[in-house]
């Protein structure tokens, strides 16, 4: 583990690519493997999961799910990070390695996909499909849509849209400092997120087309340089998606 740390420290880009390259790439064959390599299959088979299928592979797909999802969306976070650690190596300062912030940004979006997956297995359970249909579905899509609009929304999303004042104001060569930073920025995320992430109940368990439409609108509300037109026009489609569902 030393040795990956130290590795990681004198090379960071590389070994972040690196990294995030493989979890992303094994989120999506885990996918595609669920779904017996087939795309029809995958739509089928997740979209409307059986009353047989254990807490383990709801698990498995909602933690898949996660990771194919939130570390694009972390890019931005790890550049600026990767960018003030790069500055204080040319100084000879001592830096921690990225993948402690990852770990810590992590944390918080694992544990966000065991709690959906408790609540989706629960469903199963008691005789639902897991998805949310009708009028209840329009209800949680006004309710995403709201969410764009609100003051909480869009403080986590400033936060997350410009990382480095909170970076600069708390860095520290201490591992355990920047795991605290990696655990802030991803409630920060979760704060910006969950509203978007939570509509997996409305669209299926993780429908491909819904996956790639909200993994892009959350990169783009983070790097876009006025996010807040996206976000509003975002929250205004939900709303009216929510609105015709209930009264179609």
Known sequence: MELILRQSADRPRLFMALCLGVIIAVS????????????????????????????????GMWLAMTLAMMIPSALPMISTYLDIAEAAKEKSMAIVSPLVLTAGYGVVWIAFAMTAAIAQWSLVASGHSGVVEGRLAGLVLIGAGVYQFSGL????????????????????????????????????CFGCCWALMMLGFVAGLMNVAWMGAVGVLMVLEKTLPQPKALSYGLGAGLIGAGICMIVV
């Open 28 to 59: 999506c064959l885990y996918l595609w493997m669920a779904a017996g390599a087939s795309v029809a299959g995958l739509i089928a088979a997740l979209c409307s999961p059986s009353r047989g299928t254990g807490f383990a592979e709801f698990a």
């Open 153 to 188: 929304k869009q403080a986590c999303l400033s936060k997350c849209h410009m990382p480095m004042p909170y970076f600069l104001a708390h860095w520290t060569d201490r591992i355990r400092g920047i795991f605290r930073m990696g655990v802030a920025q991803g409630v920060n």
